[in-house]
């Protein structure tokens, strides 16, 4: 079981990233990656407490912003090595971030209209043509036809479809491992990503 969208109280989690780490195992994951808002501050603490069996994926979820729309629309990246203070940072300026960092971007949560309003389409093509590898398509904020319909653009461009509970602790209902990722899938990224790989004993995915 893989899950790649999960914080701690470094961010904005209620668990901190040593309580996060026995809480995955506990879940029964293989894989969880640690992606707390803007920062890594929660790495060191998670990695010195990781389990036996457990693989941790160190990332971050990024505050980006696209300015095609008036007002500007909030978006998130998952991905990079680097903290990268809360503004608003263009997100074609986070995806390069994370690529110049030997990272791998994954759009977050990208059709998720309950939280209000989702960029269009046409600016997903302009992302994946600019070095996006992934969409998040299983998330407990996408209805099922959000989630065919970004897997059906993910699979169109080229794209990788994850999935993840975007857990936060006691701060939402979903529990850690609600959704996951393909095996094949996180594979792809571990072999796409350059600039920090996993850490822990490999997980055994076969």
Known sequence: MIDLHAHSTASDGTLTPAE???????????????????????????????????????????????FGADPRI????????????????????????????????????????????????????????AGLFGLEADHDDHSPAERAHVRALAASLGLVATGSSDFHGANKTVRLGANTTDPGVYAAIVAAASGYAPLGEPADLG
């Open 20 to 66: 996060l780490m026995r809480a995955a195992a506990a879940a029964g994951l293989d894989v969880v990656a640690l992606t707390d808002h803007d920062t890594t501050a929660g790495w060191a603490p998670a990695a010195a407490a990781l389990p036996a069996g457990l693989t941790l994926v160190p990332g971050a979820e990024l505050s980006c912003r696209w």
């Open 74 to 129: 909030p978006l998130h990246l998952l991905g990079e090595r680097y903290r990268v203070p809360k503004k608003d940072l263009d997100v074609f300026a986070a995806l390069a971030l994370v690529r110049g960092a030997g990272g791998v971007a994954v759009f977050a949560h990208p059709r998720a209209t309950r939280r209000g309003r989702t960029v269009p389409d046409s600016l997903i093509v302009e992302l994946a043509a």
